[in-house]
């Protein structure tokens, strides 16, 4: 979903660092209408949402304002995911559409039920359609009582700027590849090379590189360990032409593909990992991030040398195809078009 107060999911209170900017607005108590959260998916920005909503409520004796006991019936109810006050909405199947916000309106009409503060985090703000952003402006305009908002997002780019006007917004630095790696190989045991592999394709966040090593309990039952080693591969065989590349082939894997939108951003970000790695390979070897295909980049560059560019024009082109999907395009028939584009008979086109 969706709108909820009692979670069907429990929240996993980290007790992350917030940034100064949030630690200073619970000192003072003077807590904005809104607030939006930007960075890379998976860094930390809804944990941080959930410590502030708790600080912000905690009833008990704690070093700062900044800080929640943990032990008081707030705090308890916030980490088990049960308090009525604390409200998120989500993206369904990628995107949030105007029902959703015309729920949360009705669930903030009332008063906040316990809460000092109530809290509506909307997660992934930026998946708005266009009536829904409308929507969530005229809510923003005039704000429930003892109610504030955090939108979290990758980016501002789909944001309406009228909305962006009305946020205080914080941006959330990616972590480290090289922290990043360390902590798999100390924390987690993984060899070296897988460590890399899953630090270059995490973005920064420790949670997702734990999701590619099926090491977290956000995986949604996907192995994607698995699912990375099949996407690599497939797209490999396209580009290579021969038998891995006729028309049925590229039909089928943009119907697999397609068939989970909830995968689709990530799956698609395993294939611009692809790309990039060709269009590197051949000058800088040892910065690939994908090096357990290290074999079929070196085949691909050595019969095709001039794929090195064409790499980047097809990374652009991934770009393309995600906005149209964001858009509303058909999903397989915009993942076809742009499979076709990676045949040898278009390579030269």
Known sequence: MSVHGTAEERFQFKEPDLPRALTGILETRKIPNALLFIGNPGIGKRDAALQFARAANCLGER???????????SCKKMAAGMHPDIIRVEPVKGSIRIALIRELYGAITVKPHEAE?????IEDADAMNPEASNALLKILEEPPERTFFILTAKTTDSLLQTILSRC??????PASLGSIRQTLVDAHG??????RVAASWSDGSLNKALRLLNLSDYTGGTDWMKRRQWLITETGALIKGGKGSDRTTLLLLAEKIGRDPELLTDSLAVIRTFFRDIAVFGYSPDTIVNID???LLQEIIHNQPALAPKALEW???????????????GVRLTLEA???????????A
Do not use: G
């Open 293 to 295: 295909f290290s074999a």
């Open 63 to 73: 070093p700062s304002r900044a800080h929640a006991c943990n032990r008081c019936k």
């Open 315 to 329: 990374i652009k082109e991934l770009h393309n195809v995600e906005k149209k999907i964001k858009a509303n395009a």
């Open 338 to 348: 742009f499979f076709f584009k990676l045949t040898p008979a278009r390579q030269m």
């Open 168 to 173: 205080r917004q914080v941006r959330f630095k």
């Open 117 to 121: 503060f109530r809290m509506v985090l």
């Open 190 to 195: 993984m060899d070296p090379v897988t460590a």
